[in-house]
């Protein structure tokens, strides 16, 4: 680490807000014994909580844990399908909604735990009708419709391992991300619906499927109708409603062993291509489960909406499994939150009466750019508990959103975790933890966490090194789908026996924790990682790009944005144009969220004498700041001309 000094100006925010009396005495934890119970036997502790799920058969032994390999509840038998809907449909939950979900133009539709239980079923004997048996994989590349969740419970019901792909994702990304894990079946909607204008998933879809020879058969909601002008395969494509029609309403779940793979969700690396995080059933069930009920605070009578999109683990662990296995009622919105206008959130907040409201940085600064006239504007007094997640909350939005959203009444749960460690890690418990703008606080009970630098050793409150997770935890991913050496070699190499997150931190004195971004060369563009590799080969794919190095600088709403260094090939000129084609050939490559902000170009690039891109420096220069040591740089004047560059010729 370059700079093991904290960001000063954080460790002096010393606001302090303790848990509203009120809220702590009904709060789900509400006793402080629970840190200390969880940390004398943390097998134990979340062994009382798997408990609480229903299992056809119970585990033998709670923790296997031969680093870099945990297996939790081994031998336990369940299906998360029942865990999520047959057990509220099936008792006192049947008629109570478990889908608020309102589409983009205004529909709404409302699935109790009753319907949600039938459409499970008939989906889950679609796909074994198409011949998915347990252990074969089935992608995803949806809208935010009800037949998503339903979907990914379908898999779940069968065993068939889903692996959702973010539908703001290009063709090649799906077909690479299909081809990895060998989908045999893609279930897709005719499109979806985005300010006003049609995503063409299907027709995204087919490209993809131009070179995807495992996909045996593709299923179609249509969401859209004719204005989608979508083509249908025959022998491959077949509509969702068709199928349904046809499928028996009841399909008996699979018995899922604890250690039978849920589901494969790929996330940016460092290097190379997108890796495959595999989460298992019994441990990541327990740990989504836990973690809502106790950090959430969930409640019989809460209306419960996370905002993210299903295709990011947010998406996963708290729109879908962590809500339903506690019989939640979630409301799910489809498009974006300024369609028709820049109040739609709070306008949804209001008519449902939302009481638990979850979202990431990246919007609240959005909202907090909009002016306070739209939420003020709505009636947000149902809310009772705020979360963030993604990506550090800047102390100004976290007191934005605790005021004008939460009126200075509602907790804010600022919630630390990762695509790989499958739920939430860090964060307070609202009832029993002061909360600080910008910090995620504690642990949750039962997890290790630690700030170490280089060797491994412990860092004094107040120095910056690398969080770490000390000890196994029941969600976390099990290995990479297909790649355990890399697996090793991200998460397990740099400290042998402690989970490296890639991540900077620093405690406090009180042993708060402040995040601080990502030490490796990963964006949080809007919350999502994005790799700098990942858009430099694709930038290099141009014919005009002869190098290129991407940095993420720092950017008011989305945390980051991608900026491209770009030096060009003899005969091609760096002109506006070029820039902008080179923006688009990226976001068609890899999908919107992938499009760089600014392409500088450059006749060098800085560079070590070992020949490694300086991306500190560059990261230096987009972000305007004094340049530190560059005596170690092959040409110290390269530096010079890239930031007077900058400066007069971003385009
Ligand atoms: O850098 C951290 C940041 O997001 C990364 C994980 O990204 P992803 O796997 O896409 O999952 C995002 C949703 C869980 C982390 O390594 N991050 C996430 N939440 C926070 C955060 N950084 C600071 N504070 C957070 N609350």
Known sequence: ??????????????????????????????????????????????????????????????????????????????????????????????????????????????????????????????????????????????????????????????????????????????????????????????????????????????????????????????????????SMKEGRDYWWHELME?????????????????????????????????????????????????????????????????????????????????????????????????????????????TIFYTAPTAIRTFMKWGDKFPNSCDLSSLRLLGSVGEPINPEAWIWYSSTIGKNRCPVVDTWWQTETGHILISPLPGLIATKPGSATKPFPGILADVVNDQGESMPPGRKGYLVIRRPWPGMLRTLWMDDDRYRQVYWSRFKTMYFTGDGAVRDEDGYFWLMGRVDDVMLVAGHNISTMELESALVEHPAVAEAAVIGRKHEIKGQAPAAFVIVREGYVPTEHLAFELKNFVAHKLGAICRPDDIIFTADLPKTRSGKIMRRLLRDIAEGRVLGDTTTLADPGVVASLKEKYAGDET
């Open 1 to 230: 680490m370059t700079d093991p000094t904290a960001d000063q100006a954080l460790l002096e925010e010393k606001r302090l807000f303790p848990p509203p009396p009120e809220f702590a005495a009904q709060a789900n934890a509400r006793d402080p014994e629970i840190y200390a119970r969880a940390e004398s036997d943390f097998e134990a502790f979340w062994a009382g909580l798997a408990e609480e799920l229903e299992w056809f058969e119970k585990w033998h032994t709670t923790l296997e844990w031969t680093p870099p390999h945990a297996k939790w509840f081994l031998g336990g038998k369940l299906n998360i399908s029942v865990n999520c809907v047959d057990r509220h449909a099936k008792g006192s939950r049947k008629d109570k909604p478990a889908i608020l979900w309102e589409g983009e133009p205004g529909d709404v539709r409302t699935l109790t735990y009753e319907d949600l239980y039938r459409e499970v079923n008939r989906f889950a004997n679609v796909l074994r009708g198409l011949g998915v048996q347990k252990g074969d994989r089935v992608a995803i590349y949806m809208p935010m419709v009800p037949e998503l969740p339903i979907a990914l419970l379908a898999c779940a019901r069968v065993g068939a391992p889903h692996s959702v792909v973010f539908g703001g994702f290009s063709a090649e990304s799906l077909r690479e991300r299909i081809n990895h894990c060998g989908a045999k079946v893609l279930v897709t909607a005719d499109g979806g619906w985005r300010r006003g204008g049609v995503v063409p998933l299907k027709k995204w879809a087919d490209e993809a499927l131009e070179d995807a020879p495992t996909i045996e058969s593709v299923v179609v909601y249509e969401r859209i109708g004719e204005r989608a002008h979508i």
């Open 246 to 354: 046809k499928a028996e309403p009841e399909c008996a779940p699979e018995p899922m062993d604890s250690e039978d793979i849920l589901f494969i969700l790929y996330t940016s690396g460092s290097t190379g291509k997108p890796k495959g995080i595999q989460h298992t059933t019994g441990g990541y069930l327990t740990g989504v489960y836990a973690t809502t009920k106790y950090v959430f605070d969930l409640k019989e009578d809460d209306i419960y909406w996370c905002t993210a999109d299903i295709g990011w683990v947010t998406g996963h662990s708290y729109i879908v499994y962590g809500p339903l296995a506690n019989g939640a009622t979630c409301v799910m919105y489809e498009g974006a939150p300024d369609t028709p206008e820049r109040d739609r959130f709070w306008k949804i907040v209001e008519k449902y009466r939302v």
